[in-house]
C-alpha cells in the first residue's frame, strides 16, 4: 500500500472505530489529496468488518457493528476519502472461533480489504489476528482489552480502548479504599477477559496490601 493512500485509511478505520464505540465521527479530510494512481480511482476502499452479530458475545458486537455501518454511511455522505467510497464488509463471527478464524481468512484472500476493524473480546482477536497480522493489514479491536494483545499479534494490531491491567487496577484500588483489605475473587476460566481481569485485579489488591481471602474459578 502506497504511504499516501495508507494515511487516508488510517484516518478512515479510525474514523469507523470511534463510532462503534459510541464516539463522533470525524469527517476524513480529503483536501491537498493526488488526483493520479490510487488517489484518482473510483474504486471503492474495502475496510473488514468482523463482529459476532449472532452467539454469545452480540450484546457487545452487534452495537459496535451498527456504529460502523453508520460511520460508513456517514463518511459516503460527505464524499467518501480521497474521493472514494468506503465498502464495509461486515461477516458474522458466531462468537465460534473457527469462524472467526475463516472470516480472517475471508477478509485476506476473497474480499480484498486494506484494514480491519472489529470484535470486542481477547480470544476472537487472537483468532483472527494472526492471519491479519501475516497480511500486513491494520487490525484495531473495537473492545478487546488485553494489555497483551499487541504483543501477542504483532506490529499492525491495535486496541481501541483501556487495558485490563488499568480497569482491573482501578476495581481493586476501589474496593480497597471502600470495602476493606479482604476480597473474594471468583472468575471464568474458559474465558481470556476474566482470566485476566482477575490476575490484574489480584496482583493490585494484594500489592496494596489487601489479602484474598478466597479464590474459586468456573468454566
Known sequence: MKTKFFIPVVMLVVSLLLLSCGGATPTPSTSGSDTSGEAASSEPIKIGGGFALTGEESALDLPAANGAKLAAKEINAAGGVLGRPVDLIVHDSQYKMDVTAQIAKQFVEEDGVVAVIGF??????????PTIQAAGLPFITAGATSPKIPTQVGDEMFL?????NVQAAAGAEYGFNNFGPNAYLLWDKGVEYTTLLGGYFKDRFTELGGTIVLEDQYD
Open 120 to 129: 470486542t473480546d481477547t480470544d476472537s482477536v487472537l483468532a483472527a489476528g
Open 160 to 164: 481501541a480502548c483501556f487495558g485490563d
